[in-house]
Structure formats: C-alpha cells, structure tokens
C-alpha cells in the first residue's frame, strides 16, 4: 500500500514537470499538427491512387495519421521521455544514488514516465487529433466501448514503449555512452512502429514480420483498435499488447539484475 | 589572443566601410571554422560513438526514403510524379537541408542557452554571436543525411531520362546551393525567435524538419493554400519545388509567372537579409536571466 502511494507520487510529479512547460507544450502541438497536415495529404495521394491499401479506406488511413501525431509524445514513438536522463545518470554514476534508493529502479521509472506520458496525452495528443478531425474527414468511432478499448490500448503501448527504452538504457551500463543506441532505438520505432507507414502496407512478409515485433504495439495496435480494424478483433490486439508488455518488463528485470551488479561505486 | 587581435574593429583610415564589413564577415566564417574544428577534434576522440552517430544519421533518413519506395511498391505515380522525380526531389530537399543542418542546425540551441544562462558567455567572447553559437558542438554526424540525400539524388539523376544540358546542371548546383541559404536562413530566424520564446523551440522543427519533408513530395499532393504559403511566406518551395518542376519539365501546380522557378537566388538573398535583421533584433532584446 505504501509502495503503490510511493509510485503513485512519483507519475504525479512526472506529470507536474512536464506540465510546467506549457509554451513548449503549445509549441510541439503546433509541430505535431504541422506534420499531421504534411502525413494527411501524402496519405491522401496514395489512397487516391490505390483505395483500399493496407484494407483501409480514405478517412481510415487519415484517422491513422492523426492518432499517430496524438501518440507521438505519450508513447515516445522517437524516443526520449526518461530515457536520455535514466541514460544521463548511467553515465555519470548518478544511478548509484538511485540503487540505494528503497524503490524498485524499474517501477520508479516507469511510473514517472508513466506521468509523463498522461500529461503528454492529454497535452500534446487531444488537440492535434482534434483539430485534424476538423479539417479532415476522419473515420472516428461512435460508440464508447471502442474508445475505452483504444484507451486500454494506448495504456499499453506506453508501457511497451517503456519497456523497450528501458533496454537499450540499460545497455549504458555496458557502453557508457548509449546516444548512439538511443538514435538506434528512435529510429527502430519510428519505422516499426508504422509511424512513417501504417504496417498494413509494407509488402508481403516483411510486413507480416514487422507486425509481429513489439514496435507494433505502440502504434499499429492502438490505430487498428480505434479504427476497428485489427485482424482478431480488439481483444487480440489488446492481448498482444499485453503479452509484449510482459515479456519486454520482464527482460528489462533481468538485464537490470546483471547490470546492476557491474556498478561499482567509487569513493571520495 | 592573437586570433582575436586581427579581428578589424573599426573601419581604419584606409579601409571604408565596406571594407569593415567584409572584414568582420571573414573574422565571422574564420572563427566559425576554428570552433568546428575543436568540435570535430573533441568527436574524433571517440571514434566507434562516432561511427554509431554517423551510421544512425544516416539510417533514419534512408527509411524515410525506404517508406516512399514502400509507397512506389503499391502506385506508380503518387500526384502523377514517378519514382525517379519524387526521388529528385527527395534528394535535392535531403541535400539542401542536411548542408544547412550540419553548417547552421546548433543554431536551434539558443533558447537552452538564454534558459540555463550559459548566453552570456558567448557576449563576452570577442567573436560573432551567431558563428558561435551555429559551430557550437559542431555535429560532424549530420553527414549521414547528406551522403543518404546525395545517393539518392544521383540514382535519381540517372534514372530521370533528361538530357543534362549546361542550363539544368546549373539549375541543380543553384538549386542546392540556394536550399542550403535557405533552409540555414529558417534556422537563424528560428534562433531569434527563440530569444523571445525560449521554451518553443519546438515550433521550428516544424519548418526545418516539416519543411524538407514537405518538399520531399510533388507540390500536387498538397493543397493549394498550403502550396501558396510555402512559396510566399516562408519561400521554401524556391529550395526545389519550383526549380524543380523546370528541370523536369512540369507545368507548376499554382500557374506562376514564368521566370520565378529561376528567382532562387534573389530569395535566398533576400532570406538573408530578413534572418540577418531577426537575429539582430533577437540578440539585441536578449536580458540575461542574471541567475
């Protein structure tokens, strides 16, 4: 009960901080809403071209791109969040001031990131989605369970999307310097996550493939939870989340048991 | 110290004011170029951090091509432009940016440096602000792009089947060259503004990086208020959309007067003066936070 009140505290003041910043708040809103308008009216183009590409429609193919400029801040599709500063304190031996700490490393963060992802959500995600559903005809459903659905789905794909950064941080207790890793791990996910493309489209079995690795949780998933297009229907696609979602914190664990072992904490 | 005593003050009795005005711009690139290469110095100490950079930089422009070759698997045309033109564009749009983000992309870090104070600094050093700021940690990585970019440009250039005439080589050159003016002009005016609005530095990302996405698709995808925005407000159509349409011979999607397809270099003349004038205001409404 006192640990969950602890990580409790710890998303509410992860959600503060970032809330803090509202001009750049506005600022990637704006951003987010630009790129949307940038992905809309390519998409528009190819579907104008070739109807019914990946199996969605028009407005389908829309709605995926305004999700996915609403997801991009909250679920970290590029990266960053806690990573750069977890990375930050790898490398300058300030992790050792958090192994001492009597919280669990893993939990600790996943619940500040899991405030930031809230505030990023709401702030960052709500408006670009909104003003897109103005502009352009978007296939956004009518009835609540969908939306509850597609809101358990995004509450995944954050936890995924933690899980795997949380990996490649790890990884700086070995390299020391993860920027190049972290880059590595941006771009995976910007690609696989079906940022750029939806999965749907890639050909044959590369995108068979491509929609079975964990990057495909943070965004696909959620988009075809939303749409109501994921093959299986929303449980499976929920439960592919989830099944992810384990494995990935469950990895994380046991990498941090290793690694946590190699820090040696120099005196003076 | 014996550096900055060469710098020329003041006009002397002999130079005129345009001689002091061209002296301070070399003084400008000179330390500029001393600066990059301490960056490079300092980045060349960690070699295999460095190769990760590079080939990361690399990477993440060549999926977004490998998405539009995706696209070229399922059409044939996107906006009626084949694979060869789209890619035309692509690689002048990659090239420009990617030059003018390896020369003027630190720019973007000026709203950091007013926040945590460290501005300052840079007004007590003998030497511009701006060639300061721009070589300051001087991203050698940012290769990658351009590499990627010019690769794609080439296998574009020889898959177009146009005769390369002395007037469409020359064309290119310009074009890539007045994209980078450009394109480094939106990073100097992204910088000012961040004298202003210190936390948004975020809005410029819509420019820079929404800007060469942008132009890496024909101008017919895009409606027309948006086309119209991006050759009259913020000229990045000059970087490759209309010189472009006239190396490929393509009628542009607004009907403008024939002629500003070659206007690239006055625009991009004119963006210098515009961002010389928005940093000078920038800098000079700059208050240290005096923390």
């Known amino acids: 009960m006192h640990l969950l009140r602890l990580h409790f505290a710890v998303a509410l003041s992860g959600f503060r901080r970032y809330a803090t910043y509202r001009v750049a708040t506005a600022a990637g809103v704006f951003t987010n809403t630009v790129f949307g308008f940038i992905l809309a009216y390519t998409f528009l183009a190819l579907w104008h071209e070739r109807p019914h590409l990946g199996g969605y429609d028009q407005s389908q193919a829309l709605t995926f791109v305004w999700t996915g400029q609403a997801l991009l801040a909250a679920a970290a599709l590029m990266g960053g969040g806690f990573q750069d500063e977890f990375q930050e304190r790898i490398r300058n031996g300030d992790v050792a001031i958090d192994l001492y700490r009597p919280v669990d490393l893993q939990t600790w963060w996943l619940a500040a990131d899991l405030g930031r992802a809230l505030f990023q959500l709401l702030g960052r995600g709500v408006l ?15 009835s609540p369970g969908t939306w509850l659905c597609f809101l358990a789905a995004v509450l995944l794909a954050i936890v995924v999307s933690f899980a795997v950064r949380y990996l490649f941080a790890l990884c700086g207790f070995w390299l020391l310097d993860a920027t190049g890793l972290g880059a590595l791990s941006g771009l995976l996910s910007v690609f ?44 499976a696609g929920l439960a592919f989340q989830a099944g992810w979602a384990v494995v990935l914190l469950a990895a994380g664990r046991l990498l941090q048991a290793v690694a946590t072992r190699k820090v040696v904490v120099q005196g003076g | 110290m014996a550096e900055a005593d060469r710098r ?12 002091a005005v061209l002296g ?25 951090s460095f190769a990760i950079m590079l080939a990361a ?21 996107l906006g009626g432009f084949t694979l060869p033109e789209v890619a035309f564009l692509y690689g002048t749009s990659a090239v420009a940016f990617g030059l003018s983000d390896l020369l003027l992309g630190s720019a973007e870090r000026v709203g950091r440096r007013v926040r945590d104070g460290t501005m300052d600094v840079l007004l007590t050093r003998p030497v511009p602000v701006l060639s300061q700021l721009a070589a300051d940690r001087f991203a050698l990585r940012r290769l990658g792009r351009i590499v990627q970019g010019s690769l794609v440009l080439g296998w574009a250039v020889s898959r177009l089947e146009l005769e390369w005439t002395a007037g469409r080589v020359a064309l290119l050159a310009s074009m890539v060259l007045c994209g980078t003016v450009i394109f480094g002009c939106v990073f100097v005016v992204g910088g000012a503004f961040q004298f202003w609005a210190q936390d948004a530095s975020e809005v410029q990302n819509a420019f820079t990086y929404g800007g060469t996405t942008l132009l890496q698709y024909p101008p017919t995808v895009f409606g027309r208020e948006l086309v119209r925005g991006v050759t009259f407000v913020v000229p990045l159509a000059f970087v490759n959309w209309l010189p472009a349409l006239r190396v490929l ?32 205001a920038g800098l000079r409404s700059y208050r240290s936070t005096g923390s």
């Open chain 1, 128 to 142: 670009p989605l909104a003003l897109g559903s103005l502009v352009f005809d978007l296939a956004l459903p009518a």
């Open chain 1, 192 to 235: 696989f996550s079906g940022m750029l493309l939806p999965l749907s489209v890639f050909p044959g079995g590369f995108g068979d493939t491509a929609r079975l690795l964990p990057w495909s949780a943070m965004l696909q998933v959620p988009a075809d939870v939303l749409l109501g297009t994921h093959p299986g229907g929303a449980a």
């Open chain 2, 8 to 19: 020329p003050l003041v006009a002397g009795p002999d130079g005129g004011a345009f001689g």
């Open chain 2, 24 to 48: 301070r711009a070399i003084w400008a690139v000179r330390a500029y170029c001393f600066i990059a290469a301490m960056w490079v110095r300092s980045t060349m100490a960690y070699r295999t």
């Open chain 2, 57 to 77: 930089n690399f990477a993440t422009t060549a999926l977004d091509f490998a998405a539009i070759m995706i696209m070229f698997g399922q059409v044939d045309a």
């Open chain 2, 249 to 280: 011979g393509r009628d542009d999607p607004l009907g403008l007067p024939d002629g500003l397809d070659l206007a690239a270099p006055a625009v991009a003349l004119l963006c210098c003066a515009v961002a010389g004038a928005a940093w000078r």
